[in-house]
């Protein structure tokens, strides 16, 4: 980037930073100002997010980036809706307690399906044993996307759409229960059935 450029300001992805832009355009008291170009992973579109956009590539299958993020697209579309619904439905306390936003939701869903311990091969005398070892913080992201993944690759009876599927998951994942965190606490108990042979590590 030139020199030049430096000395602009980032632009504002802040919704309600940018809402009130708009008011101040309305009333005649914004001021216009040249800023920087965004950056690739910057937007304000309502499915950004950084970890949506790691699980866009993760369930990317052939290079088909474009099929892939229609998916999520539509589950995000599925959640909102499913929770909309729900929060019309709720009483005016219930409804404090509801969250509309899809991205919070599969955040919370990715954290809580983050695994603490994993186990990893080592040998000792020729023998393969399964040891727990601590998950390192950045391969616990990657950790939980990949439950989601395997959660919904198993088969079922029912012919649900992908991405009701994957909403139904996120969505369970965020309230502690469903496939995916079954999948989790399996995991955990891996790791509890060898850890006679944590000191391996």
């Known amino acids: 980037m030139a ?6 300001p980032h632009p504002t992805l802040d919704l309600d930073a ?16 040249t800023v920087r170009y965004a950056e690739s992973d910057q937007s304000t579109v309502l499915t950004h ?25 539509k589950t995000m579309e599925e959640i909102k809706r ?24 599969f955040n919370q869903a990715v954290n809580n399906l983050k695994p603490v311990l994993l186990v990893t091969s080592v040998k000792r005398g020729g023998i393969a044993y399964q040891v727990p070892v601590p998950c390192p913080e950045k391969r616990q992201l ?20 992908f991405h009701e599927k994957l909403a139904t998951i996120i ?25 006679a042979y944590a000191h391996f590590k």
């Open 18 to 33: 940018l809402e009130t832009t708009v008011t101040d355009m309305q009333s005649g008291k914004y001021k216009r100002k």
């Open 82 to 105: 499913r929770q909309v619904r729900e929060f019309h439905r709720a009483t005016e306390s219930q409804k404090l307690q509801i969250i509309t936003d899809p991205r919070k939701i």
């Open 49 to 73: 997010d950084q970890i949506v956009r790691k699980f866009i590539v993760l369930i990317m299958k052939g290079g088909n980036k474009d099929t892939a993020r229609r998916i999520m697209d």
């Open 142 to 161: 990657f950790e939980a996307m990949k439950i989601i993944k395997a959660a919904l690759a198993e088969k079922t009876n029912s012919r649900i759409p």
């Open 171 to 195: 969505m369970d994942a965020a309230e502690f229960k469903g496939k995916a965190m079954d999948r989790k606490i399996e995991i955990l108990k891996n790791c509890e059935r060898n850890r």
């Open 3 to 8: 020199q030049k450029g430096m000395t602009k």
